[in-house]
């Protein structure tokens, strides 16, 4: 099959010089097509859509709006602009030149990294795949499918790396992010999270408010690498990122504003009568909170981990926001806290900070994370209703690290199994939660209209209007 | 018109991120290329001392939350100390408008919808470019929102055949005894009367000048308009245009209430030996028709400069002003008009024409007194990308730019990559 590499794979990477990146892509574009036709986006492939595309990476270029058939989008590789005399700015090879091919000794560490990193792309895809048969709005069925196709996007990206510069393993690494396949028994993603469901639209919002933020802080650590071109295409993918982020928050906020509404025309926090009048109750809002933040929290890995000070030693992988740190980068002698259970009490121990950086990463997530409960808060507040969200502890529902092995309640009080037993119900949702959610699920699809359980967003994408027809069905 | 008040210092528009929009993902401040945005861990703020309006951050925000602007006194805008507080955006508050006094003080501040369209037609380009050096000194601004001219109709024809499916127009407005100064390539605002579906007054819609600085009628203190009949939306959709079927079902004698004018660039040279290529199709023929109708009404039209226009449309009953166009004499202007949809004839565009053309197109556009003018339907700017029409006219296309104004549906700019690319904007976002 031949391909025309100016048209059709946007990119800054030179592909069309590129003899050997064109034969891996050949082999794999292809695989990666019938992969989005078997597992992208339910039902959907003759849509027209109403979508951003990356053509290049300046800001006239890099988003470009206009109608595309899902599978006939232009899934380019980008590369952020070369930083001319870039550095290695932590562990032991600071102050190197940073590496424009992969050094040799840490080969299978990157090829490691790169692969944890691109698994998540695809996977999500699957996680999604359903949601717009569900959705409650073409806006939000547009946003579903922007969301989907940057992922695809960034597997792109990762598979970049993969075909230019880890040859034949590079390649079989590529093909099997295309075999695996979220919460399959067999052949499942490798991160825990990425096998869960995303059953209904909470939950997306929830995923992509929380577990893509987690991407977005593994693509920021990514970013400060010293492999080069690693760092280029992840930062250029952070640009992408910042959609799901937004599709999130927005989404929340949007479920919550409609929730306060409803609860003041109907002068009720009677859980009852707020379902009964269709719409999802602030509790249950905060048991889906609790549940995808703690998911999230097991994202990071464990909270002392070898891996974490190797990557980071072997200048493979930074610390968020790297170069504005204003320490040694090298961290030999520096500790940081982590969490531990003593005596049936959450407490704080210094580890050593190479071995923390998990943990590190993770605090600075939750810093990001709390901000934008609080302006879910303020929605609230300006509605007038007494009740505030709040992020879990830490420690909450862990299933990685040796916090996972006590029973630990949303405050961080450590709980005996009994306790956890009786109350954990209260934190979680219930089965009997999510058939309510899944319940209110029905596609609304009609320019302008929004389900009875979501408000309409402030402003439309690009400028468009709010009822602008988003996805044109055909 | 209010009175003429000076204020001590100008007005100016202030770039605001709205905080409760703002999902606070860094890359506004990563896109900055002054370093104008920062943040704490409550806000996103631009610093209004350090932002040069480039609008590199916009399209890259994924909220829109950073596509806010307030009307602010210079010499004091919100300050970051301020912005970091915010929980919700200030509303515009009523800042002193500077009237002007004259064409040396011309008031500093558009309204949002100009700026905003203004910016999307200019953004392709790197901003505004300067115009011709022997232009006019062009009047701006004169009548705001606020205090617009009311224009009475004197005129209002179809231009196109009656069984031609566009219903194009040419509307006469008359300014009685109110100053409205305007130049060949300018455009003026029209506020269409009622309220939309949310219950606000109607953007302003701009329409290019289609007659010459001294009136439709010469000595008469009109002008005219190209209008279409706006009755799908891009995708062919039904969807009635407001503005442009308030025009056209104008009668004689109603009044019509006109901001503006705008544009300082899309304007035309006046030196002798000036030459003008235009490229148009459609209603984009208006800024043309000023032009050409200016230099016609001069003693000595032409003034040793070349005028050449190519000028598309699907036939010729739908070319507006197709009849006065073709009566023009051969030695005063150079005409190709291409048709793309006449029965049983190839379909032929503008660029097809300007590739037949290549070496004479080449041989103006090396004459540093050519200017380039544009304007037209979307569909010109991919045609006009292609290879073979740069390569066949085998010319570096920029030099002596000159930007299109930005009116009516679709506006074409271009801009200097590579000394051979065109790039389009389309401003009815």
Not at chain 1, 165 to 184: C, I, K, M, P, V
Not at chain 1, 221 to 250: I, N, Q, W
Not at chain 2, 330 to 344: C, G, N, Q, T, Y
Request: charged content about 25%; hydrophobic content about 35%; some cysteine.
């Amino acid at each position: 099959m031949s391909i025309d590499y100016s048209q059709k794979i946007p990119n800054n990477v030179g592909l069309a010089e590129n003899r050997t990146l064109q034969r891996a892509l050949e082999h794999w574009q292809p695989e990666f097509i019938d992969w989005w036709k078997d597992m992208g986006p339910d039902d959907s492939q003759n849509f027209d859509v109403y979508l951003r595309t990356a053509v290049s990476v300046d800001s006239a270029g890099w988003a470009h709006f206009d109608y595309v058939k899902m599978p006939e989008y232009r899934w380019g590789i980008f590369l952020n602009p070369a930083e001319a005399g870039r550095k290695v700015n932590f562990g032991e090879h600071k102050g190197e030149a940073a590496w424009q091919e992969v050094p040799g000794e840490y080969r299978s560490n990157l090829r490691r990294l790169i692969v944890t990193q691109g698994d998540t792309e695809p996977a999500s895809v699957e996680q999604q795949r359903h949601l717009g048969l569900t959705c409650p709005s073409l806006y939000d069925m547009r946003n579903l499918f922007q969301v989907n196709v940057e992922e695809g996007r960034h597997l792109w990206a990762m598979v970049y790396l993969l075909h230019a510069y880890f040859g034949r393993d590079g390649r079989e690494e590529a093909e099997a992010l295309l075999e695996r396949r979220s919460g399959d028994a067999d052949n499942p993603r490798i991160l825990g999270a990425f096998n869960e469901r995303t059953p209904d639209w909470l939950s997306f919002f929830m995923f992509t408010y929380f577990t893509d933020r987690d991407g977005k802080y593994q693509l920021c650590s990514l970013a400060e690498s010293g492999f080069d071109p690693l760092a280029r295409t992840c930062k250029f993918m952070l640009t992408e990122e910042a959609h799901h982020m937004f599709v999130g928050e927005s989404g929340v906020g949007r479920v919550i504003q409609r929730t306060c509404e409803v609860m003041n025309q109907l002068t009720t926090d009677d859980v009852a009568k707020i379902r009964a009048a269709g719409v999802i109750d602030l509790p249950t809002i905060q048991r889906y909170l609790n549940f995808h933040f703690s998911v999230t929290m097991d994202l990071f890995g464990a909270d002392v981990s070898s891996n974490a000070a190797t990557f980071y030693n072997t200048g493979l992988k930074g610390r968020y926001e790297e170069t504005k740190q204003d320490d040694d980068h090298l961290l030999n002698n520096a500790s940081y806290p982590v969490l531990e259970v003593v005596n049936g009490e959450v407490v704080t121990a210094q580890a050593p900070y190479l071995n923390a950086l998990n943990e590190r990463l993770r605090d600075d997530y939750v810093r990001d994370a709390v901000a934008g409960i609080e302006r879910w808060n303020k929605i609230i507040q300006k509605q007038g209703i007494p009740f505030v969200l709040r992020a879990p502890h830490k420690a909450f529902n862990r299933k990685i690290g040796p916090l996972s092995s006590s029973k630990i309640s949303p405050t961080g009080k450590v709980l005996s199994e009994a306790e956890w037993t009786h109350h954990h119900l209260e934190w979680l949702p219930s089965i009997e939660d999510r058939a309510f959610v899944s319940s209110l699920m029905g596609r609304v699809a009609e320019p302008g209209k929004f389900a009875n359980w979501i408000a309409p967003p402030a402003r439309g994408i690009n400028n468009q209007p709010v009822d602008f027809e988003y996805v044109r069905f055909n | 018109m209010t009175t003429a008040t000076t204020t001590a210092g100008t007005i100016m528009r202030q770039h605001l991120i709205d905080p409760e929009i703002c999902i606070r993902c860094n890359t506004c401040e990563e896109s900055c290329p002054v370093g104008a945005i920062s943040h704490d861990s409550r806000n996103y703020v631009v610093d209004a001392a350090k932002c040069k309006f480039c609008h590199n951050c916009i399209s890259p925000c994924p909220t829109g939350a950073i596509d806010n602007w307030r009307h602010v006194r210079a010499e004091a805008p919100y300050p970051l100390a301020e912005q970091l507080l915010w929980d919700t955006l200030p509303e515009q508050v009523a800042v002193e408008e500077s009237q002007p006094t004259g064409a040396d003080s011309p008031a500093t501040t558009l309204p949002d919808d100009v700026e905003r369209i203004a910016a999307a037609a200019t953004s392709g380009q790197g901003g505004v470019a300067p115009p011709p050096w022997s232009a006019a000194h062009p009047y701006v601004n004169l009548y705001s929102i606020q205090n617009p001219a009311v224009a009475t109709v004197s005129g209002n024809f179809r231009l196109t055949a009656e069984e031609a499916s566009s219903d194009i127009r040419h509307i006469v407005l008359d300014f009685g005894n109110a100053s409205f100064p305007v130049l060949e390539g300018q455009t003026i605002g029209i506020l269409a009367p009622g309220l939309d579906a949310s219950g606000r007054s109607h953007h302003v819609r701009l329409y290019s000048v289609a007659s010459p600085r001294d009136g439709e009628r010469p000595k008469y203190n009109n002008l005219s308009l190209t209008v279409k009949r706006v009755t799908e939306d891009h995708g062919g959709k039904e969807a009635q245009g407001v503005a442009s079927n308030f025009l056209c079902d104008l009668k004689k004698g109603d009044k019509v209430n006109v901001v503006g004018p705008y544009g300082t660039s899309f304007l035309m040279p006046n030196h002798p030996g000036s030459n003008l290529l235009m490229i148009c199709t459609g209603t984009g023929s208006a800024p043309m028709r000023a032009m050409t109708e200016r230099r016609r009404r001069k003693s000595v039209p032409n003034e040793d400069g070349k005028l050449m226009l190519f000028f598309g449309a699907r036939s010729a009953a739908e070319l507006p002003y197709f009849g006065p166009l073709t009566r023009l004499p051969k030695e005063f202007i150079d005409i190709h008009l291409a048709f793309s949809r006449v029965p049983r004839q190839p379909r032929q565009y503008v660029q097809d024409l300007i590739r037949a053309r290549a070496a004479d197109v080449a041989a103006l556009l090396r004459d540093e007194n050519t200017y380039l003018y544009l304007c037209g339907l979307k569909g010109m700017e991919k045609a006009l990308t292609k290879p073979s029409v740069r390569s066949a006219a085998a010319m570096a296309w920029t030099g002596r730019r000159s930007m299109p104004s930005c009116c009516g549906r679709d506006v074409i700019t271009w801009k200097p990559i590579d000394h051979s690319v065109w790039c389009e904007r389309d401003v009815r976002r």
